[in-house]
């Protein structure tokens, strides 16, 4: 069992972009060994819609992920009852899914998966502030329903991870 008291629910952004982007496998395995390890304590964790999301899409990231020890938790009827009172606390968090574009269809099941399993949210989205925008992320609905969330990058200071150099 782990000695870490919280557990995360983490958003597909935050293996999307840190593969490609900040922790490349080629210049920073550790990070990957890291969310392994984190798996393997259940610490991490990600919801099935993140995983179809990364999987549909044959590239290094979907093997990877495949052979992971991250848990992939399937959708539940307490997680729809979750699902169900993110859309009835506010009408707004409708507006977390794009239809038009058949994007953020994962986003409100990482809400409700962390509602679920009193978790952490961990995404690279940014909370919107202006007040008069149609628009909603992750952050506000989180926010809204009560449920901590952070970046990727917090979440390595919360867990005090530390990443070595070397040539």
Not at 24 to 53: A, H, M, T
Not at 56 to 70: A, F, G, H, M, V
Not at 138 to 164: A, T, Y
Request: charged share 25%.
């Amino acid at each position: 069992m782990s000695m870490i008291e919280n557990n995360y629910c983490l958003d597909a952004n935050v293996l999307i972009q840190s593969w490609q982007k900040y922790y490349s496998p080629r210049l920073c395995p550790d990070y990957w060994n890291i969310l392994n390890d984190l798996g393997k304590q259940e610490i991490i964790f990600i919801p099935e819609v993140v995983y179809e999301e990364i999987i549909r899409t044959e590239d290094d990231l979907s093997k990877w992920l495949k052979n992971s020890n991250i848990p992939i938790r399937k959708i539940t009827g307490p997680v729809t009852t979750c699902l169900q009172k993110i859309y009835a606390h506010d009408p707004a968090h409708k507006n977390l899914v794009d239809n038009t574009k058949s994007r953020s269809l994962a986003d409100p099941w990482v809400i409700a998966h962390a509602i679920n399993e009193n978790a952490i949210v961990v995404t690279k989205e940014e909370k919107i502030t202006a007040l008069n925008s149609l628009k909603i992320r992750i952050p506000n609905v989180c926010e809204n329903m009560g449920v901590r969330w952070m970046n990727d990058f917090e979440l390595l200071q919360e867990l005090n991870i530390k990443f070595s150099c070397s040539r």
